[in-house]
């Protein structure tokens, strides 16, 4: 959530000013990472269904599709999501 934004604008901003991202799923672990295209972002888990992470505007600069991931401790991965960038 959200599963897109425009080019360069922030969404779910926080009170840093940055935007974040939150994955809803299943089997969640303490410690586990959100990543976009690979790249690890700073995540805080929300537990075992719930996880979120800001969302670098360098990742949302230009119009495409950034492929989002949650890594447990363990190894363990959710399927990939595409966030889109109109």
Do not use: C, H
Not at 21 to 29: S, W
Not at 68 to 78: K, Y
């Amino acid at each position: 959530m959200p599963p897109s934004t425009r080019v360069g604008v922030d969404f779910q901003v926080q009170p840093n000013g940055e935007s974040a991202i939150a994955v809803q799923g299943k089997n969640f672990q303490e410690g586990a990472t959100i990543t976009a295209n690979g790249q690890k972002l700073s995540t805080a888990y929300g537990g075992k269904q719930l996880v979120t992470a800001f969302f670098p505007k360098e990742l949302y600069a230009k119009p495409g599709k950034v492929s989002v991931q949650v890594v447990n401790p363990d190894g363990s991965a959710s399927q990939p999501v595409d966030f889109i960038i109109q």
